[in-house]
């Protein structure tokens, strides 16, 4: 099974190696990928985990046609058929949010609107706009200018 093999013992618990865009990689929780398992073994494999209802079986179906796996990792088509990479660890999201709103490069502090566009033209997470908002609520460089 392909996303087994990319499996490794980290700590305490399973974690994932993901690649990221920089093509250096972080260790994500098991717990933080599980809920898209499910929908990349489906693209992979066409395959179910074992005990899947008929119920959950449509369920990631219908699921896996917003995602699509290139190179071993998962990307969501946003509605303009984008592929923005799929984020499910909380601390890569701060680092992208950060690097994006702040950075040396890329990043000018453009408020929530410009955040959010930069941020969910090359990435995807589960509640992206409302990250992007807390996170510029939470900027100080931006309280003091507003």
């Known amino acids: 099974m392909a996303i087994r093999e990319g499996r490794r013992r ?9 690649c990221m ?4 990689c972080a260790y ?17 494999e066409r395959k179910y985990a ?11 179906r219908e699921k896996a046609q917003a995602f699509v796996v290139n190179d071993a990792i998962l990307y969501h088509k946003n509605q303009d058929n984008v ?9 890569e999201k701060t680092r992208i949010l950060s690097s ?8 000018a502090h453009y408020g929530q ?13 589960r509640n992206v706009a409302n990250d992007a908002r807390n ?3 939470a900027c100080t460089v931006c309280q003091k200018c507003n």
């Open 113 to 125: 609107n410009g955040t959010i566009k930069k941020v969910s033209d090359r990435f995807w997470w």
């Open 135 to 137: 996170f510029v609520r």
């Open 21 to 24: 865009g920089s093509c250096t």
């Open 100 to 107: 994006l709103h702040a950075g040396a490069i890329g990043g």
């Open 83 to 91: 592929l923005c990479r799929v984020v499910v660890d909380d601390a």
């Open 50 to 60: 074992d005990g899947c209802s008929k119920v959950e079986k449509r369920r990631i």
């Open 10 to 18: 980290y700590g305490d618990g399973d974690v994932y190696n993901v």
């Open 28 to 44: 994500v929780d098991m717990g933080d990928w599980k809920e898209y398992e499910s929908v990349y073994m489906y693209i992979v």
